[in-house]
């Protein structure tokens, strides 16, 4: 089954203990992306990648960092979470990009705590 | 950057009603609008997109319209069903390049049975 993987999908954590939320694609896509969403903000976008070795920051990197080593992986790094970190964030894959039309498959979620 | 507002951020209609959801966008170069709908617990899913060479896009109860001169665009649900209760969203992006998704901020469906 294509899908977009997430783990772990629940996590409450302390401020400035570092963790890592994992996303996986198995449908060869080429762009990944990472969104949080808040109340009343929508989605706003962390991180993307266009392949493996290329990332560029998307609204709101400030607190995260991502890496691209492998096409289907591109995980979320919190080097030292902190509770405004609080959130729901969304792992999305799509073939080569937004801006070629192509439907970007969203993962099921990682709702995040940071006491 | 690209700024997309959408409206109404909470919708209630009784079923068998119409709804409809609109988007406004800032940057004139957009010409790739797509909704997604996010169900409860699960991740935002494409419903419909439009081009900007393209006035109108139907897909069975659904519709998308789109006013390049005004610069919105709107989502038509017809026929409402408790299932079509959910968050949508709408976006925007400019095609040809690797530019990306800016979404709107959702509207919350509500379908009373």
């Known amino acids: 089954e294509a899908q977009v993987t997430q783990n772990p999908r629940y996590l409450i954590t302390v401020t400035g203990k570092k963790l890592t939320v994992t996303c996986s694609q198995n449908m060869n896509h080429e762009y990944m992306s990472w969104y949080r969403q808040d109340p009343g903000l929508g989605l706003r976008q962390i991180y993307y990648?266009?392949?493996?070795?290329?990332?560029d920051k998307g609204d709101v990197p400030e607190g995260y960092k991502v890496s691209r080593k492998e096409k289907r992986n591109f995980p979320l790094i919190l080097e030292s979470p902190s509770p405004n970190q609080t959130s729901l964030y969304f792992c999305?894959?799509?073939?080569?990009?937004?801006?070629?039309?192509?439907?970007?498959?969203f993962g099921p979620g990682t709702r995040l705590t940071v006491l | 950057g690209e700024n997309v507002e959408q409206h109404p951020s909470t919708l209630s209609v009784q079923e068998g009603d119409s709804a409809v959801i609109k988007c406004t966008y800032s940057?004139?170069?957009?010409?790739?609008f797509p909704w997604y709908k996010q169900e409860l617990g699960k991740g935002p899913q494409l419903i419909i997109d439009i081009r900007s060479n393209v006035g109108e896009k139907k897909d069975q109860r659904i519709a998308v319209t789109l006013n390049k001169t005004a610069k919105h665009f709107s989502l038509h649900i017809t026929e409402t069903q408790p299932e079509d209760s959910a968050v949508y969203f709408c976006a925007a992006s400019i095609s040809g390049g690797y530019s990306t998704l800016t979404f709107g901020k959702g509207t919350m469906l509500l379908v009373s049975p």
């Open positions: 990648s266009m392949n493996v070795e290329v990332t």
């Open positions: 940057d004139s170069a957009s010409n790739y």
């Open positions: 999305a894959s799509s073939f080569r990009g937004s801006g070629s039309f192509d439907e970007q498959f």
